[in-house]
């Protein structure tokens, strides 16, 4: 039988004990956006399970001083913020629930773009679409360790949540851009806390002004974080071309 969200009537002013490391990697600018207001808030994640070091938390880290360092300081003016957030669904609620305030007061025009390690991968996945089915291999960084329970109370156990992004026409730009990397259009976030981000994530932060979309990386160890940094600076890139067309 599926199982409740046991977060579902959580009030989201209920803070996580390590709170300060939830969000304690935030980054805001003060710069504004170019004159049509599109803006990027960018997500990361922090250790778990078998993971000391995610390479999303680098990733988010570092790369608006790359592309400051690399002659896009348009591009870096658009990020609005950068989370680094913990491996838990608790977490992840939180977080979208507050973004989900902010974007509502200010009526402008976002770009959600959530990273998560893919710790088996050899390149880069796209993923199109999240699943309403919290399945987790291991407990989430509380302890968490839900099995079929629903992420989205209104919606039956494993229903799709599809981003309204082309992302085959943004796949195929950065196949084109990054030919020696391997591109992947996927429909398979797996059932862990990347996916509960990214179904929670498009439930509701996605409008008609905001969009949203999830990038699975792989190890440094596949690929360096230079290529790395370079592949996702392009992907903002193509996704603002993608939402300047919508």
């Known amino acids: 039988m599926p199982t409740s969200n046991p977060f579902a009537t ?11 490391m939830n969000i304690g990697n935030n980054e805001t600018t003060e710069q504004a956006s170019a004159s049509d207001g599109i803006s990027f808030i960018i997500t990361g994640f922090g250790p778990f399970g078998d993971v000391p070091n995610n390479p999303s938390t680098i990733l988010v880290g570092e790369l ?13 003016a658009r990020i609005e913020q950068t989370l680094v957030l913990e491996t838990s669904a608790q977490d992840v609620r939180k977080a979208v629930d507050e973004m989900a305030t902010t974007k509502t007061s200010n009526k ?22 999240a699943y309403n089915d919290a399945t987790f291999r291991i407990p989430d960084q509380q302890g ?26 943004v796949a195929e730009k950065q196949a084109m851009n990054h030919s020696s990397i391997e591109t992947e259009l996927s429909t398979d976030p797996g059932r862990f806390v990347c996916n509960y981000l990214y179904c929670y994530s498009l439930k509701n932060l996605q409008s008609e002004l905001s969009t949203c979309m999830f990038l699975h990386v ?3 160890e596949k690929i360096a974080k230079e290529a790395q940094l370079a592949y996702v600076a392009d992907l903002m890139g193509a996704l603002l071309a993608e939402n300047r067309q919508q």
């Open 10 to 20: 959580r009030d989201s002013s209920e803070d996580a004990p390590n709170e300060a």
């Open 64 to 76: 608006k001083d790359y592309l400051i360092a690399t002659g896009n300081e348009e591009l870096a």
């Open 108 to 129: 402008k025009k976002i770009v959600y773009l959530h990273l998560g390690v893919n710790y088996k991968g050899t390149g880069f996945k796209l993923e199109q679409c």
């Open 144 to 169: 968490y360790k839900p099995e079929k329970t629903v992420i989205l109370e209104d919606l039956d156990l494993a229903a799709r949540c599809d981003t309204t992004l082309d992302l085959a026409a």
């Open 218 to 220: 792989p190890p440094f």
